[in-house]
């Protein structure tokens, strides 16, 4: 579906949620919630923003800090807060966006990460992320951060703002990897562990 989404809609898709279609869009899917990092993206955000080029940052998804969200959504027009999305409103929203930032103080696991690497995004995630030691490779399909720094997650942000062509080869990159985490694939390593595991 990602794949089939051209140019121009990628542009509508932007212009529906009232995003420059020049601008570098920072995307957050998931919960609402203080322990995802939200308030250190909005910091690090701000940072970033303080340079004269085009930046946004999308955040979907609801929770107990929406309220607060939606009001700094309004108090910045390079904020865009559409509240929780599924089905192809979500993958639109992936395609919209040029780098997902995942910057949880605590994550198990993080399967919007894998959703953002099959939509061709690039990663920045903090090291609390447990994804990150299997999907997200330093310079290569994304970025790791310390979980709570804002600065460092703004220097994260920077750095991806200011390299599209490494953007690319970080999309390219991501969506390679992930390819292979199908349903089968995965099924195929459950059954061949339990069969390890029955063998003794």
Request: aromatic share 6%; charged share 20%; glycine share 6%.
């Amino acid at each position: 579906h990602a794949d089939g989404i051209e140019a121009d809609l990628r542009s509508q898709v932007r212009a529906r949620w009232g995003l420059p279609v020049d601008a570098v869009v920072f995307l957050y899917v998931g919960r609402l919630e203080p322990h995802k990092g939200i308030q250190e993206l909005l910091c690090a955000f701000a940072l970033l923003s303080a340079v004269p080029e085009p930046v946004a940052l999308m955040l979907v998804g609801d929770g107990s800090m929406q309220e607060s969200l939606t009001k700094a959504a309004l108090a910045d027009p390079r904020i865009c807060c559409t509240g929780r999305l599924s089905g192809n409103a979500l993958l639109e929203a992936y395609v919209a966006a040029d780098v997902f930032v995942l910057p949880s103080r605590f994550e198990p696991w993080g399967l919007v990460v894998n959703e953002a690497m099959a939509c061709n995004l690039p990663v920045i995630a903090t090291d609390r992320v447990g994804c990150v030691a299997d999907l997200v490779i330093e310079g290569k399909t994304g970025l790791l951060v310390p979980a709570e720094s804002v600065q460092e997650l703004a220097d994260a942000m920077a750095a991806l703002r200011q390299a599209p062509l490494l953007r690319e080869k970080m999309r390219r990159n991501a969506r390679s990897l992930i390819s292979g985490w199908t349903i089968q694939k995965e099924a195929e390593i459950m059954v061949t562990t339990w069969n390890r595991l029955l063998e003794f």
